[in-house]
């Protein structure tokens, strides 16, 4: 099945800074989303963003599908950015419709 | 608020036990995914619900099953339940194939 990596890991940064998280994933897929999930473990949608890039405030999201990669960025942290960030993508074969989710990056903001 | 409904949202129980999880889709919404995210994990995909049929099955254990309701509601069946079936499990849904999906708040449960 389809493989979803993110990377990196962890990341701890103090307030104001600048993040670039990366999805890496191994076939063509129907779609990709971003997800947050915040300390009291809900999953908040970022962005629906099968190709191209997309702005929301100080988030944004880049996806190349030809190249199999998607990136988000968030300018000027906030300690409310902290959590986890995951990437999922959509695999749809013989009208199975799953989507896969990547490990994640705990991004941790500190003040 | 993303619209999906899950209850309970905390659940204790003890081992052997059987519980239902429930799942209220977005109002429109004709598809629902169950997720399994055990304590620092990430997102496992259980099944998945279109229309009233079962789409796509993944790591799904024979202790578990799942339906969905000819009012789209979903409802996950977790029996003989063991101390590693405590997680968060999340029910998502989207408007149909390819379309955006939108998680619950998810049910915690522990197993004791």
């Known amino acids: 099945g389809i493989q979803v990596e993110q990377s990196p890991p962890d990341l701890i940064l103090q307030e104001g800074a600048n993040s670039t998280l990366r999805c890496n994933f191994s076939d063509s897929v129907n779609n990709l989303q971003w997800f947050h999930q915040n300390p009291w473990g809900q999953l908040i949608n970022l962005f629906y963003?099968?190709?191209g890039t997309k702005q929301n405030g100080r988030l944004s999201a880049t996806t190349v599908a030809t190249e199999r990669y998607s990136l988000l960025y968030i300018s000027s942290s906030q300690t409310t950015d902290s959590g986890v960030y995951f990437c999922a993508v959509l695999s749809l074969i013989q009208g199975a419709q799953k989507l896969v989710f990547g490990q994640g990056t705990r991004l941790t903001i500190n003040p | 608020d993303s619209g999906v409904t899950q209850t309970p949202k905390h659940l204790i129980t003890a081992t052997g036990q059987r519980v239902t999880l429930r799942c209220s889709p977005r109002s429109g919404d004709l598809s629902v995914y169950w997720y399994q995210q055990s304590l620092d994990q990430g997102l496992q995909f259980l099944i998945q619900?279109?229309?009233?049929?079962?789409?796509a099955k993944g790591n799904i254990l024979e202790r578990f099953s799942a339906q969905q309701f000819p009012d789209l509601h979903s409802e996950l069946n977790l029996s003989s339940l063991e101390l590693g079936d405590s997680a968060l499990y999340f029910c998502a849904s989207a408007m149909g194939v390819n379309t955006e999906a939108f998680f619950g708040q998810g049910t915690r449960l522990t197993v004791v």
């Open positions: 619900y279109y229309n009233g049929e079962e789409r």
């Open positions: 963003i099968p190709s």
